[in-house]
């Protein structure tokens, strides 16, 4: 798969397969997750982006659509029955870019999939010990 960030699309594509599973073994993470995600600037208004035309953010912002746009179109061309609409598959990706933590200025390490493996497994204490190293 040639995509933009596939360590995120593979997770964003194994919640969408599970989400909807009230006794799948996530199913309690999955309840505390957000519905939306209306303070990520790829969620904004044409009308909100205007204020930032011009700027470098509005151009980052517009690129990062066209990338994660095309990730899904990707996505749906490798497998054509996928049943996941363009939202779902980006309220997916939010929420795994929402658990991303920056390792160094030049790699970043995706622990979500260690959060989401870890969430029923470890004492709470224990977990943030764990994402704060």
Do not use: C
Request: charged letters at 15%; proline letters at 5%; glycine letters at 0%.
């Amino acid at each position: 798969m040639t995509v933009s960030a596939p360590q995120q699309n593979y997770l964003a594509l194994y919640i969408l397969e599970t989400v909807k599973n009230p006794s799948h073994f996530f199913a309690k993470y999955y309840s505390t997750l957000p519905k939306s995600f209306p303070n990520f600037p790829i969620y904004w208004s044409s009308t909100d982006l205007s204020l930032l035309e011009g700027s470098a953010l509005s151009q980052f912002i517009k690129d990062r659509k066209v990338s994660v746009e095309a990730d899904y179109a990707e996505i749906k061309r490798i497998i054509p029955d996928m049943n996941y609409t363009y939202d779902e598959y980006l309220w997916a990706r939010s929420v795994v870019v929402s658990r991303l933590l920056i390792h160094s200025l030049t790699h970043s390490l995706t622990h979500s999939l260690t959060y989401l493996l870890t969430y029923s497994l470890i004492e709470p204490e224990i977990l943030v010990l764990q994402l704060m190293v």
